[in-house]
């Protein structure tokens, strides 16, 4: 096994690691065959890590700068990273334009000294600017530049709020809060407040995740193909908000992961996920 690989697996057991589920995805979407849509979503994974992972905001700015120059040059350089050298290798990429590419980078570091929203609908707004040109990338290399990535842009928006409402005490002292402000004031909490159970922070957590289960019943109706990876992702997601919002303690549940991944279930919704990217006459 040359360095290489090793480089590049490095980078997809980040992915794996943050999202378990996917593994049972990848007997449908063979890393042998399909290579270049696994180095995309650890692509998407190392974006996202910069854009929220990283606290000080002018470090955050130098790793997305970096990706901007290096997305920028990969068509005519091959890429340096051994994601993008993946990525630019398969045939895909030259079918999607430099600004497809960038677009996702740029958001993110727009993106980098917002604060707290001030309603859920304005919450919605600012995170789908990342996740929404993130879902565009997803869906052209997936199903070509034509299909619509209006579902999948709602789906990755959601799914970053329920990941950041799972880090609501971690973040409690950051500028952008996973709760918006009129959640705040509603219930009567502050930062303070945040990093302590009780039940002020429960009937916020609840109402934040009836507002996101709302509207993942909503993005069912919204027009446009998802990939296998954010078929996935999404089905766990909405399980996982469920599951919360019935709980005692809401915020201790969604940090709990679920049973393990790779049951039946996740199989069946892998397979038809699969199967309906095939239908689509993508490959």
Known sequence: MDAGHDALQSYVDKWLAAQPAQRVALAFVEPSRHAGHIALAALEQELLAAAYGIREPHVAATKLNWWAEELAGAAESGGRHPLTRVLFDDERASRIGGERWLAPVLAAMAQLEEGTAADFAA?????????????????AWWFGNAASSERAARLATLGHLLHALR????DAERDRLPLPMASLARHGLSRDQLRRPGAARNAAVR??????AAAWRSAARLPG???????IESR???????????AAEPLQ????????AGGLATTLAAWQAARRWRRAGAA
């Not at 880090?167 to 971690?170: A, E, P, S, T, V």
């Not at 193909?225 to 078929?231: C, D, E, M, T």
């Open 225 to 231: 193909p998802l990939s296998v990876f954010r078929a």
């Open 236 to 246: 766990e997601g909405e399980r996982l908000t469920q599951r919360a919002a019935g």
């Open 123 to 139: 919450q919605l707004a600012a995170v789908s600017q990342l996740h929404g040109a993130l879902a565009a990338l997803e869906t």
């Open 253 to 260: 549940a969604l940090q709990q992961r679920a049973r393990p």
């Open 207 to 212: 109402e934040q995740l009836g507002e996101i």
């Open 167 to 170: 880090r609501l005490d971690d």
